[in-house]
């Protein structure tokens, strides 16, 4: 399995229109998306994007519709050339990446995963999974295998010689992530690969990635519109507005305090309680506080405030990954945080 590797954009900017080049530095003194369209008729796609995706780390990029997510994606394996700024990979600038190289680049680094599913109507999940092996020359032996390896952790074992129009979407979408998969690329990019699929059915599809993941630790990049969905698989997120980066972090730091309006409009409607952990509204460790209770700073918001409740606590003790103490709650604070007043 190849390693992790993570990417970093820097000083992106994309302007949509013949004449992109010429206005970068308008935009870089300030010059708004509606005053480039109404003054220039040139679509501000990005403006000065920089952005760190740590390897082997799922980062979610949110926001509106327009707000730039896809031309973001599509910059990473350059289905898009930026009009300004650089984009490193393993120290490589792919946006100066020579043709060849490029096409190397994209069949084995990347790999994507559509909303549409992408699939091949009349091959049969076998050979749908297995097409991007084929295309690189393998033979039917070796790809059938690898092929099947993946068809089979996606769970779709026994589905291998069905075609796509006989399978569900959301067992569809299993087929296009096993062919995402079986090219071993270390990132892989999806843009609102689950958008079209059924809340039950989503949520099972986060699972199944969440779970290989754990396994494969591969650089995901993966778009969507669902607050839930980005907080449940994202270690970091990032939300975009009119092509800029509004704030980036964390799921906590998104929902616990908000860059602006704009983000605060994104999580107002968040359980807190299930979404928040302790270990991120925990104050420090005052010595008075010895009643022998403590909880693990992964804990739940709603988890903590039912066992305080439960025993009558004013205060609980939060204890790290090594069970060492590492701060407390008051019952105060945790229904503040919960209200949100904190
Ligand atoms: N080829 C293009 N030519 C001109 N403008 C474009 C082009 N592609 C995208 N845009 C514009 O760039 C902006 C960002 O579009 P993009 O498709 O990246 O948004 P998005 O966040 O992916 O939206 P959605 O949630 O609807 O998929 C929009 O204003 C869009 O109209
Ligand atoms: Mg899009």
Not at 144 to 163: D, H, P, Q, S
Request: charge should be neutral; charged fraction near 20%; aromatic fraction near 4%.
């Amino acid at each position: 399995m190849s390693d992790p590797i993570g990417i970093q954009i820097r000083n992106l900017y994309k302007i949509f229109g013949p004449r992109g080049g010429e206005f970068v530095s308008a935009v870089q003194g300030g010059m708004s998306k509606q005053e480039l369209n109404d003054k220039h008729r040139h679509v501000l796609g990005l403006r000065d994007i920089n952005l760190d995706i740590p390897a082997g780390r799922i980062q979610v990029i949110m926001g509106l519709s327009g707000s730039g997510k896809s031309t973001l994606i599509r910059h990473i394996n350059r289905l898009i050339d930026p009009t300004a700024g650089e984009i490193m990979i393993e120290g490589q600038d792919v946006v100066r990446m020579p043709p060849a190289a490029l096409r190397s680049f994209r069949r084995h680094k990347t790999a994507m995963v559509f909303q549409k599913f992408g699939l091949l109507p009349h091959r049969t999940v076998l050979n749908n999974v297995g097409y991007g092996l084929e295309v690189q020359g393998m033979d039917a032996a070796a790809r059938n295998e690898i092929a099947m390896r993946w068809i089979e952790r996606v769970g779709l074992r026994g589905f291998e010689t069905k075609y796509p129009s006989q399978l569900s979407g959301g067992m569809q979408q299993r087929v296009g992530l096993a062919r995402a998969l079986t090219n071993d690329a270390p990132i892989l990019l999806m843009d609102e690969a689950y958008s079209a699929l059924d809340p039950l059915i989503r949520y099972d599809m986060q699972t199944v990635l969440l779970d290989l993941q754990s396994e494969v630790r591969k650089t995901i990049v993966f778009i969507t519109h669902d607050l839930d969905e980005a907080l449940r698989i994202g270690d970091r997120i990032a939300l975009l507005r009119d092509g800029s980066i509004i704030q980036q972090g964390t799921g906590q730091d998104i929902v616990l305090r908000p860059a602006d309006d704009y983000v605060s409009n994104f999580v107002q409607h968040v359980d807190r309680g299930k979404v928040v952990q302790v270990g991120s509204i925990m104050e420090p460790m005052s010595a008075s506080n010895t009643n022998g209770h403590a909880i693990p700073e992964h804990t739940t918001l709603s988890e903590a405030l039912r066992q305080m409740l439960s025993s009558r606590l004013q205060v609980i003790d939060v204890n790290d990954m090594a069970n060492r103490p590492v701060g407390q709650l008051s019952l105060e604070r945790a229904i503040a945080v919960s209200a949100g007043a904190a």
